[in-house]
């Protein structure tokens, strides 16, 4: 199991998503989870984060309908 759990909130951010998960994906601390939370996204958002997830093992996808404003 790993040590911690990253979760990133994903709507509709295609022209940030590489950015960020390439951040995450560069730190030095490696014993982690990285749980990518689709909303609903109406651009390719989800295709990028199904392309993250067969790269890396300690990425997973989730991918629901957009739930509204929390």
């Known amino acids: 199991?790993?040590?911690?759990?990253?979760?990133?909130?994903v709507y509709n951010v295609r022209d940030y998503l590489r950015k960020n998960i390439e951040s995450i994906l560069a730190q030095?601390?490696?014993?982690?989870?990285?749980?990518l939370v689709n909303d609903g996204s109406k651009?390719?958002?989800?295709?990028i984060l199904r392309?993250?997830?067969?790269?890396?093992?300690?990425?997973?996808?989730?991918d629901k309908p957009n739930g509204g404003l929390s």
């Open 1 to 9: 199991m790993p040590e911690i759990s990253v979760v990133v909130p």
């Open 28 to 35: 030095t601390f490696t014993d982690y989870e990285l749980i």
């Open 43 to 47: 651009d390719d958002s989800l295709s």
């Open 51 to 62: 392309e993250y997830e067969q790269k890396d093992s300690r990425i997973t996808v989730i």
